[in-house]
């Protein structure tokens, strides 16, 4: 344990540093490349081997088979029950011809961006916030948590009523007298994604800030007052070296956002049932899941699904080809 | 086969307390007075010996088919479950998962105290019986708030022509003509309702019952569209969700009228509205008096233990019993699947449905005569079409497309 | 008394301090004013649904939602706890309440525990095709459960544990894992690697690591995915209905029931009553846990 602590501080500020030359997502695989590269690691590593078996299992029996399982029957006439009764491409000729899907897919697309952008950017601030030593923080942040412990049917619900424009804000409004006062997100086709925006990021920033601030307070104290002694500013020392230090932390979010926006179902049945004009907040999940089991049409809903998680597959794949295969070792 | 139902008579004759078996049944009735009609089911049940294990789960079809499936696939079958009779659980019976109670129905004379019969057809595949009606459902009625058109000063409309009539006069004291909410499903049963008042009961039954596109395509559905989208018009003002936000606009006197089932009547009830005073009921739209007899049935997923199988049959022949159909119809507000049991202490509008059911004015619901996939699909179109400007033509024709579907 | 417990430690270092006490007192008042507004918002449908919530019907129908009761009831709470009917049994949210309980903790705890291994083992004892796992497991986050419940319902088959809890259990544990997977590798990912190399080269192994490194550093990390999976686990419907039997239904199902009824009377104050009520316990899980979020955990361990 030797050396003074400042020292330390501005070599762990440069390991930090250094990742963040090794690529995009460097972050997320930073680590153990040199190990795994270590022969005759078989047996001495055998109790990390047992404690995979959970994770390898889980993603062989249940994620890749479950998903051949789907892709499969996505090709069948299966209705209530799956059955394998061979149809080729016409749940996906159906499906493409469809404009209900057709607008889910361009209402998830903005939707899912703006959620995004601003889940995260909404989610760190308040952390930032939260991270300045200020009193009654426990009760700051249960208030700002307590939306992501309520079900969504009902909060639903409740959004749909504080929107409304007779007995919600507006009305309200109106009633103080401003008689030309007009909020009515949810009943304009052009709006309504922001109604659902209004609710979702009540619903989910709190949990953001919550994964912010864990990923604040991880970072060593060593860094802030290596950048105290240095004169850099608290806001930029935010930007310049906390923020690039935290990147794990930030795709672990954008990770949670993205499969929460589109795996997005229940807030839109509570709060617009995928209207107005029948369907200008329509979103895939939705269209799934009624297809499933409202209508009985398994092999249509199973080929949706199959459209949605290949467009994941379409992010993911690239992503980690470029991260395994451009650091494998000779 | 003489052993099978001779224990079914046997079991049908109620009273075997030796034989108390656990039977678990599946239903989605769970608000307050369907509760309380539920109860009556069990009560009798357990009165007979055995034991009704409740498994209520709210939310329809689209819950509790995921749970059916899996249950059953899952090789631990619920006893029996609450389903809408008619093409929904067609499949299941087809793949051998549902038990055949033509035997029950034998011994216990379904065919004849059955009434309307076309409950127990949507009952039968292939000859056999494999579901048990408990009651009646008519999704064409128009609600009609008795304070909205005094407070335009015009009388109570009673058809939908002198309703769509009065719109201008309700919209200039600042009403909403026509109520509906933003769900699919209220659109399609608005439009449903529709079909049959202006096109007529043989229109609708050569498209809907005999699948005659040719008809669906013609001109007299193309008045259908055109009424459709006259209507949408009176509804454009109408920005709630749910059916019973839409009703509560109809009880507060802001709204008109409403196209709703019978269930609606619960609502009324509640606020203290009174039929004939507050309200008024208008079945078939007061153009036809014919209504759509959809409603609930139980069916028993096979099992192989005989004692259940036993119980679940001794359950079949109870649900369709008078008794049973008096206490437990009386509770939930709906209409008997029997003929020939008095049902006294029905309101004024559930006398309005009791009279044209005896008159035998009752068509087959959507549920029964088309497919999930297609009901599914023209709820889409329906939503889409009521809640936007899409022309009348463009519907008709997408409509007709979805229709074939189902063939 | 407030402005002297509040300026940063960041501050008390800087040499030059020009006036911190005006300024570090205006800067108090935007702090603290952001952050009230900020809570306005998320208390706004708190307000309207504890409003809603102790108001009878007819009030409830007249429509200001913002308005406070004229009449107060907590004839909808009690009605939600103890005498909602689900079907037959007329006792509310409290009758899958110890359901809930039983089927919240060994599935919390079996999933951080599986997950947190796993992040640990994909960060620093990497082995071949890790990255592979890794890569199905964040695919896995994105699969909408619903696509999956038949499958799933042949593996619990085949497994004999179908519609059984520790069926229920499983299933938890196997839908928590990619996320929690991923939570927990990024932020161990983010922890010195010097620690664990020093550990190694005295000579501790895989689970000596993980109890006495990387567990103490990572509480924060610990109560973030306590706080998913409390929320995730108590709130779910879909799993435990399809999964179980009435005899172990969650007590979701009976908010569902409560809340979610097609036909009949809606009856909104009893809704939001079961809404709160339900929310609760994930509540009081956030609170008290949050008080594990302790600054400078890292920082400790490092000099230590």
Redesign the interface.
């Known amino acids: 344990m030797g050396g003074d602590p400042e020292n330390r501080t501005l070599k762990l500020l440069k390991v930090g540093a250094a990742r963040d030359l090794g690529g995009p997502f460097s972050a997320l695989y930073s680590r153990g490349e040199r190990m795994s590269g270590q022969p005759k690691r078989l047996l001495r590593n055998l109790n990390a081997k047992i404690a995979a078996i959970p994770m390898v299992l889980t993603t062989l029996v249940v994620f890749v088979g479950g998903t051949i399982w789907t892709v499969v029957y996505s090709f069948t006439d299966s209705k209530l029950l799956p059955r394998l009764r061979w149809v080729g491409f016409d749940q996906y000729e159906r499906l493409w011809s469809n404009s209900r899907w057709m607008v889910s897919i361009e209402n998830l697309m903005f939707f899912g961006v703006l959620s995004l952008v601003f889940t995260i950017s909404v989610g760190f601030l308040l952390a930032v916030l939260m991270d300045q030593k200020i009193r009654y923080e426990d009760t700051f942040r249960t208030i700002m948590l307590y939306p992501f412990a309520l079900s969504f049917i009902v909060t639903g619900l409740v959004w749909q009523w504080i929107l409304n424009p007779q007995f919600g804000i507006e009305g309200i409004v109106r009633g103080w007298g401003w008689e030309s006062f007009s909020f009515d997100p949810l009943n304009n086709p052009q709006t309504v994604l922001y109604g659902l925006l209004i609710a979702g990021l009540w619903q989910g920033t709190g949990f953001v800030m919550c994964l912010m601030l864990a990923g604040l307070r991880g970072i060593d104290e060593d860094i802030w007052k290596a950048a105290r002694v240095d004169g850099i500013a608290t806001w930029k020392t935010y930007l310049v070296v906390i923020v690039p230090m935290m990147r794990p932390v930030f795709i672990t979010t954008l990770v949670i956002v993205a499969a929460g926006i589109i795996k997005l179902y229940d807030l839109v049945v509570a709060q617009t049932s995928g209207g107005p004009g029948g369907n200008a907040s329509q979103v895939p999940a939705m269209y799934v899941y009624d297809y499933m089991f409202q209508a009985q049409n398994l092999g249509q809903g199973f080929a949706a699904s199959t459209m949605m998680l290949l467009s994941v597959l379409i992010v993911l794949i690239p992503w980690a080809y470029l991260e395994f295969g451009g650091k494998k070792h000779g | 086969m003489k052993l099978t139902k001779l224990t079914a008579v046997l079991c049908a004759s109620v009273a075997m307390p030796a034989m108390a078996t656990e039977l678990e049944v599946t239903h989605w009735w769970t608000s307050g007075g369907e509760a309380a009609a539920v109860a009556e089911l069990a009560k009798a049940f357990d009165a007979a010996g055995d034991k009704w294990v409740d498994g209520a789960i709210a939310g329809g079809g689209g819950t509790a088919r995921p749970i059916m499936i899996s249950r059953i696939t899952g090789g631990d079958p619920m006893g029996a479950t609450q389903f809408n009779h008619g093409q929904q659980a067609l499949e299941l019976v087809e793949a051998g998962l549902m038990l055949d109670l033509t035997d029950v129905a034998e011994a216990n004379n379904w065919k004849e105290v059955i009434f309307p019969q076309s409950l127990l057809e949507a009952c039968t595949v292939d000859g056999k019986i494999f579901c048990a009606p408990v009651n009646i459902h008519s999704p064409e009625w128009l609600w009609l708030s008795n304070k909205a058109y005094a407070d335009a000063g015009i009388p109570v409309p009673a058809n939908w022509d002198e309703f769509v009539a009065s719109a201008p006069a309700l919209e200039a004291a600042g009403k909403i003509p026509l109520a509906l909410g933003n769900q699919p499903w209220q659109s399609n049963l608005a439009f449903g309702a529709m079909q049959i008042a202006v096109s007529g009961i043989d229109n609708w039954k050569a498209v809907n019952v005999d699948k005659n596109m040719d008809v669906a395509a013609g001109p007299e559905f193309a008045k259908v569209f055109a009424a459709a989208a006259e209507a949408r018009k009176l509804a454009a003002k109408s920005t709630v969700q749910d059916w019973n936000q839409a009703t509560n606009l109809v009880i507060t006197g802001e709204a008109g009228g409403q196209i709703m089932g019978d269930w609606a009547q619960g609502e009324f009830q509640v606020a203290e509205q009174v039929a004939g005073t507050d309200y008024t009921c208008l079945p078939g739209l007061g153009l036809n008096a014919y209504l759509s007899t959809g409603g609930d049935a139980f069916y028993f997923p096979k099992n192989d233990d005989p004692e259940i199988e036993a119980a679940q049959k001794r359950l079949a022949a109870q649900l369709v019993s008078p008794e049973v159909q008096v206490a437990f119809n009386l509770k939930k507000g709906s209409l008997p699947i029997r003929g020939d049991i008095d049902l006294a202490a029905a309101n004024d509008c559930m006398k309005k449905g009791l009279e044209i059911l005896a008159s035998g004015n009752l068509l087959p619901t959507g549920d029964m005569v088309w497919s999930p996939d297609v009901v599914k699909q023209a709820e889409d179109l329906m939503v889409e079409f009521w809640k936007s400007d899409m022309p009348a033509e463009d519907a008709h024709t997408k409509w007709v497309e979805i229709l074939k579907t189902g063939l | 008394m407030?402005d002297t417990?509040?300026p940063?430690?960041?501050s008390a270092?800087?040499p030059s301090g020009t006036k911190p006490r005006r300024i570090l007192s205006g800067r108090n008042i935007m702090?603290?004013g952001?952050?009230i507004v900020?809570?306005l918002?998320?208390?706004?449908?708190?307000w309207?649904?504890v409003m809603t919530s102790v108001k009878g019907?007819?009030e409830v129908?007249l429509?200001?939602?913002?308005a406070p009761p004229v009449e107060i009831t907590f004839q909808p709470w009690v009605k939600a706890w103890s005498e909602a009917?689900?079907?037959?049994?007329?006792d509310g949210l409290s009758r899958g309440f110890w359901n809930s309980v039983q089927i919240l903790i060994p599935s919390v705890i079996l999933s951080i525990v599986?997950a947190s291994?796993?992040g640990?083992?994909l960060?620093?004892?990497?082995?071949?095709g890790?990255?592979?796992?890794f890569?199905?497991?964040?695919?896995?986050?994105?699969?909408?459960?619903?696509?999956?419940?038949?499958?799933?319902?042949?593996?619990?088959?085949e497994m004999g544990i179908?519609?059984t809890l520790w069926g229920l259990v499983l299933v938890h544990?196997?839908f928590g894992?990619?996320?929690l997977?991923?939570?927990f590798r990024?932020?161990f990912?983010?922890?010195?690697?010097e620690l664990f190399k020093a550990a190694r080269v005295d000579g501790a192994?895989?689970?000596g690591i993980y109890f006495r490194i990387m567990l103490p550093?990572?509480l924060?990390?610990f109560?973030?995915a306590l706080?998913?999976q409390v929320?995730g686990i108590?709130?779910d419907f879909?799993f435990g209905?399809?999964?179980t039997?009435?005899e172990l239904?969650p007590m979701?199902?009976q908010?569902?029931?409560?809340?979610?009824?097609?036909?009949?009377?809606?009856?909104?104050n009893v809704?939001?009553a079961a809404?709160?009520l339900?929310?609760l316990v994930?509540?009081v899980v956030?609170?008290i846990s949050?008080?594990l979020?302790?600054?400078?955990?890292?920082?400790g361990a490092?000099?230590g």
């Not at chain 3, 009917?85 to 007329?90: E, R």
């Open positions: 407030a417990a509040l940063m430690t960041k270092v800087v702090l603290y952001i952050l900020v809570c918002y998320y208390i706004l449908p708190l309207v649904m019907m007819p129908r429509g200001n939602i913002f009917c689900t079907g037959l049994n007329c599986v291994v796993n640990y083992a960060v620093n004892w990497r082995f071949k890790s990255d592979v796992f890569t199905i497991l964040i695919f896995g986050s994105f699969i909408p459960y619903q696509v999956m419940l038949y499958p799933i319902v042949i593996l619990l088959r179908y519609g544990t196997i894992m990619p996320i997977t991923l939570l990024n932020y990912s983010s922890i010195p690697e192994g895989f689970w550093m990572s924060p990390i109560v973030v706080i998913l929320t108590w709130n879909l209905v399809v999964y039997k009435p239904y979701t199902v908010l569902n029931n409560i809340v979610n009824s097609v036909q009949g009377v809606k009856e909104y809704n939001m809404t709160l339900t929310g994930p509540l956030y609170f949050g008080k979020f302790v600054r400078g955990i890292a920082a490092v000099k």
